[in-house]
């Protein structure tokens, strides 16, 4: 079966500075060819260290942004070079809440202006229906009536989350990029959202690219995760398998941050030498070469390719961990 989001060599490079002739002369190379499936109904995890282009990337599957290469296909059909026009109709098909509740949220709108904004422009409702509508997700998401006419500024920072899931999720949409939904809230609210999501994601069908840097909410929500690391992708895997048995060593360190409750699932820490490459002059052959143990002459030349070690399992490493000894 075709995967509902399908994206292949996907890269975005950001211009710093032009040259006399308008020639940029360097770039930021923010997503560096990248490529995933998300299944119809699956939850797919993107995590890795801040910078690494995990919210590029959810920005250029959905087109908020355009890619500087590469294909995103959505149900089969290529919208790589859509124009305006033609994504319109995508639009509420592809949706994103935004890690900041804040600033995602116009001041100047109410609730009702809020929620209603995610219709779109060819919702075909009237104004009646629209009202019912915004008031039956407001109650989904665990809003009340009183909150119909009230301004961002009045509510909770989980509040005015769930407020933006509501407008991503109105128009009833396959696709939603969650871009961080829970790093700007406190603790105590961050399970609610949680349960939140998983709701939605049943009653409606949702698949989710769910973008993360809290690998304990990871491990609880996801159905395949993928690493990415300085624009690339070191690893993908079911959930289970990369967490219990990762073989890309960059994904090994990660993990082993991960707080455990019981002492027989913790694991020894492991310590990166070195600081993370500039995206503007990445190392060559393998990015990660500089702070990994287990590098090699080969690995500072050539770029290994993202291949299968076993089923659904694909790892970008000349020499792939085969134990779990150290995790």
Not at 58 to 72: A, F, K, N, T, W
Not at 85 to 101: T, Y
Not at 196 to 207: A, W
């Amino acid at each position: 079966m075709e995967p509902l989001v399908k994206v292949e060599n996907l890269k975005k490079y950001f211009p710093l500075g032009r040259r006399l002739w308008g020639k940029s002369a360097h770039s930021v190379r923010a997503v560096d060819g990248i490529s995933f499936d998300v299944n119809a109904g699956e939850t797919l995890s993107l995590v890795g260290e801040s910078g690494c282009g995990k919210t590029t990337t959810g920005r250029l599957v959905i087109r908020l942004i355009e890619p500087s290469h590469g294909c995103i296909r959505f149900k089969g059909d290529d919208i790589t070079r859509h124009r305006r026009k033609a994504m319109r109709p995508l639009r509420n098909d592809l949706q994103i809440i935004f890690q900041d509740p804040y600033s995602s949220l116009s001041p100047r709108m109410t609730v009702k202006d809020i929620i209603g904004e995610g219709f779109g422009r060819d919702s075909g409702l009237g104004s009646r229906d629209k009202k019912d509508r915004v008031l039956e997700m407001m109650s989904k998401v665990g809003l009340r009536p009183g909150h119909f006419d009230r301004y961002p500024h009045e509510f909770s920072g989980g509040q005015r989350q769930r407020i933006g899931i509501a407008r991503a999720i109105i128009s009833n949409p396959d696709f939603v990029v969650a871009d961080e939904p829970l790093s700007a809230l406190d603790v105590s609210v961050q399970a609610q959202v949680i349960n939140l999501l998983f709701k939605l994601k049943e009653e409606f069908k949702l698949s989710y690219l769910f973008i993360s840097h809290d690998l304990s909410v990871v491990e609880h929500i996801s159905d395949r995760v993928a690493v990415m690391y300085l624009g690339r992708l070191v690893e993908t895997a079911t959930r289970d398998r990369v967490f219990q048995f990762p073989r890309h060593p960059y994904t090994q360190a990660l993990f082993s941050a991960v707080p455990r409750t019981q002492v027989s699932q913790q694991k020894e820490r492991i310590i990166l030498k070195g600081d993370v490459p500039s995206p503007v002059n990445p190392p060559a052959g393998c990015h990660f070469h500089p702070r990994c143990h287990y590098s090699q002459d080969i690995c500072t030349r050539e770029p290994p390719g993202f291949d299968p070690v076993e089923p659904d399992h694909w790892v970008a490493c000349h020499f792939p961990l085969k134990d779990s000894k150290h995790v």
